[in-house]
């Protein structure tokens, strides 16, 4: 394999970061991994379409966001219990009677796992890796307005937990 | 709050996703490095090699084609490179050879007609003795191969030699129909094999194998041909003009002569 050199230094630089994203999204240790592989290997074999180098680590995020979607899709992950709604009452009072105490910033992060893991996913690619909403959509397969409202919904859902959190906090 | 939050949101994530470890490093990467060594292709061999490898597959192939003809025929094309390599690398001298299948040809000692010719001391006769089909069957009795087809020609004649006490040579002469020709039977000795020595400028000699039968015919000019085969324990040839489309009928049909 002409890339393996290539493959390997790149492995070494942005595996980990891959891995910690991809696993926050999926929440499962084996299927992370096995995005991570899959990542590497179509990586390796579109090597050669990479024209700047600069910008590898958000290519292979882009890969392995494809993957993960992919993945997500294919275990059916995108159908978690708690999913459409943080209204939930069941799920909102007992989000909000665990972290009752906590500071805001776990209060999200507490909210946020809450969410099912196609939304994390876009939340993660929109908000951390920080992609053009037209990559996300890229990645969806849907029309940059759908991601959009779909981006509207999670942080009104979001700012309805952390209110929520609010009224009830001492 | 809008900034805020997309702050608060962007740090929470951060600091979740930092916190995950990774134990898994070189499980993965040996994961990923068997996959990328299956990905490989095979390697194809070099041009440089492929063109040795047919430079060393022609000139294996020409030496055959060279120096077995016979084999050289039974291929398509075979004759033309073993021409071409003849007359640009050995001249256009051929020499073939045909010898016959089997090791003890039956004896048949001829009966004399004359009582004087068996005390012949010298039974070689180098003079064609000119006779008839009934005395030749009643000198050769049932040792006789005759043609069934002969496209209208009649016997004209036939003649035989002693060649030795127990060696005999007949020959059978057609003419008058659609075809002209001689067919020759003579007793295979242990210098029966045919050799030819020609030039391939001038004629050609082509095999036909048959049911068992190895025949060699030879092409000369004007349509003129000789066949030569090893059939019932005896040599025969067969000579005329024509082609080896119209010998292989008559030659087909040839089969014990019963009065």
Do not use: C
């Not at chain 1, 981006?151 to 937990?161: A, G, N, P, V």
């Not at chain 2, 003649?159 to 007793?187: C, H, P, W």
């Not at chain 2, 082609?243 to 087909?252: E, G, K, N, S, Y």
């Amino acid at each position: 394999m002409k890339h393996k050199k290539k493959i390997e230094q790149l492995y070494l630089q942005f595996s980990k970061r891959i891995f910690q994203k991809v696993y926050y999204i999926v929440k499962d240790k084996y299927l992370a991994e096995e995005i991570v592989h899959d990542t590497f290997i179509k990586a390796a074999l579109n090597l050669d379409s990479v024209r700047d180098f600069d910008k590898i680590e958000w290519w292979l995020s882009r890969i392995a966001a494809n993957q993960a979607y992919y993945m997500l899709r294919k275990t059916k992950l995108t159908e978690l219990p708690i999913s459409e709604e943080v209204k939930n009452d069941a799920v909102d009072e007992d989000l909000t009677s665990n972290i009752i105490k906590l500071e805001t910033k776990h209060e999200i992060q507490q909210a946020l796992s809450a969410l099912p893991p196609d939304d994390l996913l876009l939340i993660t690619l929109h908000y951390y890796d920080q992609l053009p909403l037209k990559d996300i959509a890229n990645i969806f397969e849907t029309p940059v307005g759908t991601i959009k409202s779909r981006l509207f919904r999670i942080r009104r859902k979001l700012q309805k937990t952390l209110h929520k959190i609010e009224r009830v906090s001492p | 709050m809008n900034d805020n939050l997309d702050k608060s949101i962007h740090n929470a994530i951060k600091d979740d996703i930092e916190k995950i470890p990774f134990n898994s490093s070189d499980k993965i990467w040996s994961r990923i490095e068997n996959a990328l060594e299956e990905l490989e292709p095979k390697k194809k061999p070099s041009f440089f090699f492929t063109k040795i490898a047919v430079v060393i597959f022609l000139v294996f192939t020409s030496g055959i084609l060279l120096v077995t003809p016979r084999f050289a025929d039974s291929f398509p094309f075979g004759s033309f490179f073993r021409n071409l390599f003849d007359q640009y690398l050995a001249g256009t001298q051929r020499n073939v050879g045909l010898t016959p299948p089997f090791d003890a040809p039956p004896s048949h000692k001829p009966i004399m007609l004359d009582p004087t010719d068996a005390v012949v001391i010298n039974p070689v006769q180098e003079e064609f003795i000119e006779t008839t089909l009934e005395e030749l069957a009643s000198i050769y009795p049932n040792i006789l191969y005759l043609p069934q087809e002969t496209f209208s020609s009649r016997l004209n004649k036939a003649m035989y030699q002693k060649l030795g006490e127990d060696n005999i040579r007949v020959v059978l002469a057609y003419e008058g129909g659609a075809i002209n020709f001689s067919l020759t039977q003579e007793t295979v000795s242990n210098s029966s094999g045919v050799g030819i020595n020609y030039d391939n400028q001038d004629a050609e000699v082509h095999f036909v194998y048959e049911n068992g039968i190895e025949y060699m015919f030879f092409l000369g000019r004007y349509n003129i041909i000789t066949a030569y085969w090893f059939q019932h324990g005896y040599k025969f040839t067969f000579f005329g003009n024509l082609t080896i489309d119209q010998a292989m009928p008559v030659i087909r049909s040839i089969s014990r002569y019963v009065p």
